[in-house]
Each structure stands twice: as C-alpha cells, then as structure tokens.
C-alpha cells in the first residue's frame, strides 16, 4: 500500500514540524508551500494522502480536493483549517474530503487519522481488485486469505496433498477445516475418487460403527440387509472425520486397526474387507488435554497426527476479512437475486474489528442476512450496527488506594493492551493516541 503523505502548507513553520512528525511516524513525506506546485507533483507521482491547509494564495484547499479528485481518485485528502473556517472544512468533507483538522494540529489526533485513512485505502483497494475479477491471488480450492497464517495453511496443504500421509486439522468451529479437507483431496491423485465426510458429533455410539464400517444383515434390530460403510464408500479416495473428539473408545479401537492394517470387518461380520482410504481427521478439541482425561486414546492420537494443519480463528488474521466479506456479499446477493454493489469503507471496519466468535461461518451467515434485508446498492454503517458493535472495553479498571496519575495511566494503558490482544496499533487507536506516543509511554 502506497504510504507517501503530501503536504500544501504555505506557513513555514507549521509545514516542517508537520514533515518532522510523519516522518518520525515511518511515512513518506513531500511538502510544497503552494497548491500548484503540489497538483503538478500528483500528476506525475502516487499518492496515499493529501494534508492541505483550506486557506492558502492561489489555489485554495478546496481547489486541491477537486483537482485531486480528478488526477487520482483513490488519493485521501485531509484539511487542515483554523477554528474560524471550520464550515468550510465541512463543506470540503460534503465535496468528498476524507476528514478535517483544526490548527494547531493535534499530532496524536493526526497520528490516528491517518492511520484509519490508510486502512481505508488499502480496503478500497482491495475492493477494486475484487470487482475487476482478479481475486484468484487470494483463493487457494475455495478457501479465502491473504494472511500469512493462511498462508502457511496453503503451503502445508501443497505439500501434504499429493503424499500418502494422514492429516489432523485443528481449529474452532466455523474456521473452515472442511474445505482445507476437501482442499488436501482435490490437489491429491485421490481427486476422482469419493471424498466422503462423517460428522461424528451428529452419530450416537451404535450407530457410529455402523456408518464407518458397514452392517451385515442380522447385526442388529433393524438391518433387513447388509449394508456398505464409509470406509468402503471412500475407498481409492479420502474419508474425512469431523471432530474426531466425539467418537468413542470401542470406534476408536476399530479406527486405530484401519489405520495400521487398512482393514477391518463389518458389524455382525467375519470378512476381512481390505481397502486403500486417506484418513483426514478435524477437531476443534485439545486431543492431547483429552488423553490426559482417558477420553482419547494416545496411540490413535500419534496414528492420525502425522501431519497437523492449525487453523487460525478469524480474530488472528483480520486482514482476510475484507476480502472475505466482498466474496461473500458477492455470492449472496446472486443466490438471492439482489442487487447490491459493495460496502462502506466505514461499514467495513466496523465488520472488521468485531470479534467473530463463530468465525468464517459467523461472518459469512451476517452477510447473507445484511444482503437479504438490505434495500441499498452499498451496505452502509446503519445495515451493519445492528449486528456489531463498535469495540468497546467492556471491563472496568479497579483504582485501589490514592495512586500517581502516571501509575494509573500505566494501568490503563496495560489493560487495553490486554484487551487489544497485545495489538500496539489497535491499543493506540482505543486510548486515542498515536502508535509512537503508546511506545513511549511504554518505554517509560
């Protein structure tokens, strides 16, 4: 993301100290003391943001933000205005302005503008690539992320695919492991073969061995004939077993012999039936906590975890959101014939900074139901607040006893950390100071 920041201010002093602080803050920065010379420097270069002051000789702000609007639309320009001028600030803000600043120039509330600024951009950016059809880069079999933790998830999926090799994939509920599943047998030789998937949570304990290993007729109340199970269904292909957690000692006892022998008998049966099945198996349970408890056994545990795959919560690579959430609204809005176009720049952060506790499946069931009840072309701000909130500390902070203001600041600032999930950037943002100002204090 292009992070070069022009300034147009026609006081001297104002300009440098301005160009001082950004460029402390690890940014890019150009500064011109008049509109023109700053207009004929954006035709020939990019830009991520314009800071111009509204009253300078010559070309005006407003006349920077038309001009720029035209030269390079995806440019955010912010005005920097005195209090007397602060209706034409907004006006700029009516024409299209990203936001306005009064002077003398807050650098922490500078610090944090811009920061929201470029996180917009790069979403925007993001959108456009989506809308010109040029989102394979970030698709891996149907599975969504840029990320680098999805990435590496990509990359083990490459390498453990064309192998032999029995996988375990671990993750919450709602991250996606079945398609990672269906992602393994796809990029394998197996791909023209059955890939069939058992819920085990969903089997009680009788009818579980049943359905992975078959029934002779007569087994049990009920088989009027035999009956193949999913073992022999997957045969030659792959057998994927969600929250292999559930199964019980006796399955587990029969699971195990497959694995090590590739054969087993049918309920009520005395044929060895020998087959050619890939195992992948999918928790969102800590296995090894479970050995502990004698609720899986250890050997079976080794058996399956010849390769594991750890799948991130949604919370751990928040840059896949946006990407994710313009996918789905794209395939919602024409499974439900609805014309919607996109999303807010501002409806998205909020959407992005929500904890998604159900993960992938949550955010992709919210946006079916915003696409579904929305009547508007672009989701807003007022379709989403609905179903998320704007982060917020929910937990109070306890004073005990007469304490330094600078001893309480510490506690605040240590607990929104805390809260933040050690996220410095999204602390600062909390606290609203900038990334810079929350290092220092840190440091002190």
């Known amino acids: 993301m292009q992070q070069n920041i022009l300034i147009i201010e026609d006081d001297k002093n104002t300009k440098e100290g301005l160009k001082k602080f950004l460029e402390e803050e690890k940014y890019k920065v150009i500064a011109f003391s008049s509109g023109k010379e700053a207009i004929d420097y954006l035709?020939?270069?990019?830009?991520?943001?314009?800071?111009?002051?509204?009253?300078?000789?010559?070309?005006?702000?407003?006349?920077?933000?038309?001009?720029?609007?035209?030269?390079?639309?995806?440019?955010?320009?912010?005005i920097l205005t005195a209090y007397g001028t602060v209706g034409n600030a907004v006006e700029a803000m009516k024409l299209g302005a990203y936001d306005y600043l009064t002077k003398p120039v807050n650098l922490d509330k500078l610090s944090i503008v811009i920061q929201r600024a470029l996180s917009y951009r790069k979403l925007k950016e993001d959108y456009e690539l989506l809308k010109k059809g040029i989102n394979?880069?970030?698709?891996?079999?149907?599975?969504?992320?840029?990320?680098?933790?999805?990435?590496?998830?990509?990359?083990?999926?490459?390498?453990?695919?064309?192998?032999?090799?029995?996988?375990?994939?671990?993750?919450?509920?709602?991250?996606g492991k079945e398609l990672i599943a269906k992602a393994i047998h796809q990029k394998s030789d197996r791909k023209d073969k059955n890939f069939i998937a058992v819920q085990c949570s969903a089997l009680s304990k009788g009818v579980m061995e049943s359905e992975l290993f078959g029934h002779e007729k007569g087994a049990f109340t009920g088989a009027i004939g035999s009956n193949q199970g999913r073992f022999e269904l997957s045969n030659g292909g792959t057998l994927f077993l969600d929250e292999i957690?559930?199964?019980?000692?006796?399955?587990?006892?029969?699971?195990?012999?497959?694995?090590?022998?590739?054969?087993?008998?049918r309920v009520g049966g005395t044929k060895t039936i020998k087959v050619d099945t890939r195992i992948i198996a999918a928790t969102n349970q800590d296995l090894e906590k479970l050995i502990k408890e004698n609720k899986f056994r250890e050997d079976l545990y080794w058996r399956l975890n010849v390769v594991k795959i750890e799948v991130p919560p949604l919370r751990e690579r928040r840059e896949d959101i946006p990407i994710l959430i313009h996918s789905f609204i794209k395939e919602s809005s024409k499974a439900n014939k609805k014309r919607i176009k996109g999303i807010s720049s501002?409806?998205?952060?909020?959407?992005?900074?929500?904890?998604?506790?159900?993960?992938?499946?949550?955010?992709?069931?919210?946006?079916?139901?915003?696409?579904?009840?929305?009547?508007?072309?672009?989701?807003?701000?007022?379709?989403?607040?609905?179903?998320?909130?704007?982060?917020?500390?929910?937990e109070t902070i306890n004073i005990k006893g007469p304490m330094r203001l600078d001893e309480i600041e510490k506690i605040a600032i240590n607990h929104t950390l805390k809260k933040a999930g050690g996220n410095q950037s999204e602390a600062a943002k909390i606290l609203g100071i900038s990334r810079k100002t929350l290092r220092r204090k840190l440091s002190n």
């Open 43 to 78: 035709k020939e270069n990019k830009i991520g943001i314009i800071l111009s002051d509204m009253k300078m000789p010559g070309i005006s702000g407003i006349e920077v933000l038309k001009k720029t609007q035209k030269i390079s639309p995806s440019t955010f320009v912010i």
């Open 136 to 175: 394979e880069r970030y698709s891996f079999e149907n599975i969504i992320g840029q990320s680098k933790k999805m990435k590496q998830v990509f990359d083990k999926i490459s390498q453990v695919a064309p192998t032999k090799a029995t996988v375990i994939i671990q993750g919450e509920s709602g991250t």
């Open 245 to 265: 957690s559930e199964i019980s000692p006796s399955v587990q006892v029969k699971l195990l012999r497959v694995l090590e022998e590739r054969q087993f008998e």
């Open 346 to 394: 501002k409806a998205l952060i909020l959407l992005q900074n929500h904890n998604w506790r159900g993960n992938v499946r949550e955010l992709k069931n919210t946006i079916e139901s915003i696409v579904v009840l929305s009547n508007k072309e672009i989701i807003g701000v007022k379709e989403v607040s609905s179903y998320v909130k704007e982060p917020r500390i929910e």
